[in-house]
T-cell receptor
Framework: NAGVMQNPRHLVRRRGQEARLRCSPMKGHSHVYWYRQLPEEGLKFMVYLQKENIIDESGMPKERFSAEFPKEGPSILRIQQVVRGDSAAYFC??????????????FGPGTRLLVL | AQSVTQLDSHVSVSEGTPVLLRCNYSSSYSPSLFWYVQHPNKGLQLLLKYTSAATLVKGINGFEAEFKKSETSFHLTKPSAHMSDAAEYFC??????????FGAGTRLTVKP
């Protein structure tokens, strides 16, 4: 059973470009969470999704950031018009049950975004 | 609202000696508490989880943590450090219905 997969592992963008980060949850998992980790900091929650549904986006910046988890395919975190402050590691996690945040989350290896 | 404080940003131990990584939490409810480990350039791996069952929780790789409600603590321990334990460790708290809150992390260094 493959773990949570994220791609790309590393992404370099120039200011103003778009970044698309993909996350495939573990097989059988229908809940996906996105986190951002800035250098020397812990992870900060961004958004919690189920298939075709955003459950909690209280941690998402109000502008330029969006997330989706379509019926088919991976979850996508999109950052439009990136700025240098978006440089961070973005982690995706998935969980299998409907228990929400208190269920164990399984993390992917992360995507490291560098904005030049 | 829940929050978590990891009291040490960096801990250094010698191989074979005990490890203690300290974590205090704030929660209005009966929280779930987790410890995750992150090796360089890797994702996070769950070490152990507390969910109101036994207060002493045993995890993988010889780690354990004790939930102490009176002290609002959830310290992580290991009797004997191994070189492969060198990593970043995160304490996490989650109240029912709320997202997971991560501590700032403790970097563990293990000296030969």
């Amino acid at each position: 059973n493959a773990g949570v997969m994220q791609n790309p592992r590393h992404l370099v963008r120039r200011r103003g470009q778009e970044a698309r980060l993909r996350c495939s949850p573990m097989k059988g998992h229908s809940h996906v969470y996105w986190y951002r980790q800035l250098p020397e900091e812990g992870l900060k929650f961004m958004v919690y999704l189920q298939k075709e549904n955003i459950i909690d986006e209280s941690g998402m910046p109000k502008e330029r950031f969006s997330a989706e988890f379509p019926k088919e395919g991976p979850s996508i975190l999109r950052i439009q018009q990136v700025v240098r402050g978006d440089s961070a590691a973005y982690f995706c996690a998935s969980s299998p049950l409907a228990g929400g945040y208190q269920e164990t989350q399984y993390f992917g290896p992360g995507t490291r975004l560098l904005v030049l | 609202a829940q929050s978590v404080t990891q009291l040490d940003s960096h801990v250094s131990v010698s191989e074979g000696t005990p490890v203690l990584l300290r974590c205090n939490y704030s929660s209005s409810y009966s929280p779930s508490l987790f410890w995750y480990v992150q090796h360089p350039n890797k994702g996070l791996q769950l070490l152990l989880k507390y969910t109101s069952a036994a207060t002493l929780v045993k995890g993988i790789n010889g780690f354990e943590a004790e939930f102490k409600k009176s002290e609002t603590s959830f310290h992580l321990t290991k009797p004997s450090a191994h070189m492969s334990d060198a990593a970043e460790y995160f304490c996490v708290v989650s109240d029912p219905g709320n997202d997971m809150r991560f501590g700032a992390g403790t970097r563990l260094t293990v000296k030969p």
